[in-house]
C-alpha cells in the first residue's frame, strides 16, 4: 500500500523560504521511471503542478516558478523535500506530495496535503 | 505555452450521463489523465491514459481523447459524483505537467 504524507510549517512570513517534507512508504524512489511530484491548490482555485523528482533523480520544475524551487531525494530515499524561495501571500494553498508509476505521467496516489499561509 | 481549458461547471440529473470535457491544441496525440476532487480531500485519479481506470474506480467513468478534445464521460450519475473534476496532461517539451482549470460537477 502507498501512503505519502506531507509536512512543514503551517505559517511563513513573506520573503521567507518554505521547506516541505513528503515522507512515503509502499514503494521505493531508487526505480528510475517512478516519481514523487509537488501539487498546490490554493483555497477556491484550481490544481498547479510544481515539481517532479525520479528514481533515477532526474527533476522537472514548473517554468513559471523554477527559479523559485528546489526538489531534493532524502538520502533514506523515503522522504523528498521542496524548497520553495521568496514566499508571497499569493502562494498561500495546500502542498500536496503524490507518486507517479513507472511508465505513466499521472499521479495515482496523494497525500492529504498540507495548508500553508503566508502572512506577516 | 500550453493550455487546457474546461467547463466551469456541468449539472446533470441523477441517473443521466454527464460528460466533462477538456480542449487542448492537438490533446489527442498525447494522453489525458483525470481527477475527482471532493471538498476538503485529495484529488483522486479516475481515469489514465485517456480511457483506463484504476483499480476501485467504477466502470461508470470513462474516457476518450481525439482531435482537440478529451472527455471524461460519468454514466448514471449519483449524488456522489458530486466534485471537482481535473485533467491533466504531461508535456515533456514545455510544462512538464499541465493541469485543466477545473469544472464543478452538480448532481440536481
Known amino acids: 500500500q502507498i501512503t505519502l504524507k506531507e509536512s512543514g510549517p503551517t505559517l511563513v512570513k513573506p520573503t521567507q523560504t518554505l521547506t516541505l517534507t513528503c515522507t512515503f512508504s509502499?514503494?521505493?524512489?531508487?526505480?528510475?521511471?517512478?516519481?514523487v511530484g509537488w501539487i498546490r491548490q490554493p483555497p477556491g482555485k484550481a490544481l498547479e503542478w510544481l515539481a517532479v523528482?525520479?528514481?533515477?533523480?532526474?527533476?522537472r520544475y514548473s517554468p513559471s516558478l523554477r527559479s523559485r524551487l528546489t526538489i531534493t531525494k532524502v538520502s533514506s530515499k523515503t522522504q523528498v523535500v521542496l524548497t520553495m524561495t521568496n514566499m508571497d501571500p499569493v502562494d498561500t494553498a495546500t502542498y500536496y506530495c503524490?507518486?507517479?508509476?513507472?511508465?505513466?505521467?499521472?499521479?495515482?496516489?496523494w497525500g492529504q496535503g498540507t495548508l500553508v499561509t503566508v502572512s506577516s | 505555452s500550453y493550455v487546457l481549458t474546461q467547463p466551469p461547471s456541468v449539472s446533470v440529473a441523477p441517473g443521466k450521463t454527464a460528460r466533462i470535457t477538456c480542449g487542448g491544441n492537438?490533446?489527442?496525440?498525447?494522453?489525458v489523465h483525470w481527477y475527482q476532487q471532493k471538498p476538503g480531500q485529495a484529488p483522486l485519479l479516475v481515469v489514465y491514459?485517456?480511457?483506463d481506470r484504476p483499480s476501485g474506480i467504477p466502470e461508470r467513468f470513462s474516457g476518450s481523447n481525439s482531435g482537440n478534445t478529451a472527455t471524461l464521460t460519468i454514466s448514471r450519475v449519483e449524488a456522489g459524483d458530486e466534485a471537482d473534476y481535473y485533467c491533466?496532461?504531461?508535456?515533456?517539451?514545455?510544462?512538464?505537467?499541465?493541469f485543466g482549470g477545473g469544472t464543478k460537477l452538480t448532481v440536481l
Open positions: 523528482v525520479f528514481g533515477d533523480d532526474d527533476k
Open positions: 509502499g514503494f521505493s524512489l531508487s526505480t528510475s521511471a517512478v516519481g
Open positions: 503524490a507518486h507517479t508509476p513507472p511508465i505513466g505521467s499521472y499521479y495515482n496516489n
Open positions: 492537438n490533446i489527442g496525440s498525447g494522453s
Open positions: 491514459d485517456d480511457s
Open positions: 491533466q496532461v504531461w508535456d515533456s517539451s514545455s510544462d512538464p505537467v499541465l
